[in-house]
């Protein structure tokens, strides 16, 4: 931990994205290279997921640093820089994406994700294959993908995803275990039909 650490106060890491968003504010581009390394790979499956559309997700990608340039200065710090550039690269991809109906088939990085909360769905979970678990997602809800993608895809947690989503912390609780329990049942329900 570094010096400036101290109990009660942020942990290094955000210390550190708040010192490199401090530097992009004053035009510092390697801040800004070095806050593209850390999250340019999160953020674009994050976009991909939306699209659909890997050439418009890079786009979108490049949109959301410019915005992370010219907007750095108004980062206050409530939330962590990450959950901050995913939720402007979320209002990117939307505005892009206004006219045409989201396309959500990529959800590729979930096939290795694993269940970090035991519950009863776990079973079902374990003893899908990782395809059948990705094909699963496509069936739900919008709302559903959206936040099975923001907490297992991309590692937020549920505060940072109610950030991202702008919606209270409840809220995501519950469209995390409504969502949950369908992919359960989708997945139930492909196993009984594969019998």
């Known amino acids: 931990m570094g010096a ?3 109990p009660g106060r942020q942990d290094p890491a955000r210390d550190e994205d708040g010192e490199l968003l401090r530097r992009i504010a004053r035009r510092d ?3 800004l290279a070095a806050l593209y390394e850390r999250y340019g790979r999160i953020v674009l499956a994050q976009i991909d997921r939306m699209a659909g559309d890997r050439a418009l997700s890079e786009e979108v990608l490049q949109d959301t640093m410019l915005a992370v340039w010219h907007g750095a200065a108004t980062f206050e710090g409530r939330s962590r820089a990450r959950s901050w550039i995913i939720a402007i690269a979320r209002r990117r991809a939307r505005d892009r ?3 045409g109906r989201l396309d959500t088939d990529d959800y590729a990085a979930l096939e290795n994700t694993a269940d970090t909360q035991p519950g ?3 079973l079902a979970l374990e003893r899908a294959e990782a395809a059948a678990v990705a094909e699963s997602i496509t069936g739900l809800s919008r709302a559903h993908q959206e936040v099975l993608g923001l907490v297992f895809g991309t590692g937020l947690t549920l505060a940072e995803a109610a ?5 209270p912390l409840g809220t995501v609780k519950s469209r995390l275990f409504a969502a949950r329990a369908a992919l359960a049942r989708r997945l139930e329900q492909r196993g009984a039909t594969e019998r």
């Open 4 to 6: 400036s650490w101290r």
């Open 29 to 31: 581009r390697q801040a």
């Open 163 to 167: 950030g991202v989503l702008d919606v």
């Open 120 to 122: 009863p769905e776990s």
């Open 97 to 99: 994406l206004r006219r």
